[in-house]
């Protein structure tokens, strides 16, 4: 089993800046992918980032690519989501994700078995 926590949410105005942790914890996350997603009231959750385990590839979706940076420090077990430039409709609650994915998977919610509780960002106009 695989336990994540979402931290770092809250609310910003638009422009500014905010970046997740997730902290994961039990069994080795190796070769596991990790992302990003978010979904808002009314809405379906939705693909924001992916990074591979080596953490040299990453992959984005064209609504957050060039304004958002995912990293990870696989000796801390986290990873991070960097959200620069927000816009109000970058409201929503973040969940990462975790688990072994095809690369070519990695976008999809279908492909994660873990996931962590969510954290809400809002940013204002």
């Known amino acids: 089993q695989v336990q994540l926590v979402e931290s770092g949410g809250g609310l910003v105005q638009a422009g500014g800046s905010l970046r997740l942790s997730c902290a994961a914890s039990?069994?080795?996350?190796?070769?596991?992918?990790m992302g990003w997603f978010r979904q808002a009231p009314g809405k379906e959750r939705e693909f924001v980032a992916a990074?591979?385990?080596?953490?040299?590839?990453?992959y984005y979706s064209n609504s957050v690519k060039g304004r958002f940076t995912m990293s990870r420090d696989n000796a801390k077990k986290t990873v991070y989501l960097q959200m620069n430039s927000l816009k109000t409709e970058d409201t929503a609650v973040y969940y990462c994700?975790?688990?072994?994915?095809?690369?070519?998977?990695?976008?999809?919610?279908?492909?994660?078995?873990?996931w962590g509780q969510g954290t809400q960002v809002t940013v204002s106009s």
């Open positions: 039990g069994r080795p996350l190796s070769n596991n992918t």
């Open positions: 990074i591979s385990w080596s953490g040299r590839t990453t």
């Open positions: 994700a975790a688990d072994k994915v095809s690369w070519s998977s990695s976008n999809l919610v279908s492909s994660y078995n873990y």
